[in-house]
Nanobody, 114 residues
Framework: QVQLVESGGGLVQPGGSLRLSCTASTFFSINAVGWYRQAPGKQRDLVATITRGGTTNYADSVKGRFTISRDNAKNTVYLQMNSLKPEDTAVYYC?????????WGQGTQVTVSS
C-alpha cells in the first residue's frame, strides 16, 4: 500500500500563488506521480505529471503557470501554482500507480477568489 498526504491548499486572490505538497509513504516501484483536480460538479482532470527521471507533462490550461517538481529523497512531489485564476478553484489530488494499483490522497482544497 501507498499512503499519500497532500497539503498546502487554501484561499488565495486571483493572481496569487500557492505551493502544494504530496508526501508518499514510499516511492519504491513508483515512476510517475500526478496531480489532478476536481471542481464541484465536474470530472477529475489531470493537471500535471512527473516521472522519476524528472520528465514533466502539463494540461494546456496550466502550462506556463504551474510547475511540478519532486524530491525523491523526501518522497515528496510539489506543485507550484502561480498566476492563479478563479477557474483553478478545485480540490487537488495526488495520484500514483504501483503494481497496477492506483492510489490517491485525500485532496486539498484550493479556492481562488477575491
Amino acid at each position: 500500500q501507498v499512503q499519500l498526504v497532500e497539503s498546502g491548499g487554501g484561499l488565495v486572490q486571483p493572481g496569487g500563488s500557492l505551493r502544494l505538497s504530496c508526501t508518499a509513504s514510499t516511492f519504491f516501484s513508483i515512476n510517475a506521480v500526478g496531480w489532478y483536480r476536481q471542481a464541484p460538479g465536474k470530472q477529475r482532470d489531470l493537471v500535471a505529471t512527473i516521472t522519476r527521471g524528472g520528465t514533466t507533462n502539463y494540461a494546456d490550461s496550466v502550462k506556463g503557470r504551474f510547475t511540478i517538481s519532486r524530491d525523491n529523497a523526501k518522497n515528496t512531489v510539489y506543485l507550484q501554482m502561480n498566476s492563479l485564476k478563479p477557474e483553478d478553484t478545485a480540490v487537488y489530488y495526488c495520484q500514483v500507480s504501483r503494481y497496477s494499483i492506483n492510489y490517491w490522497g485525500q485532496g486539498t482544497q484550493v479556492t481562488v477568489s477575491s
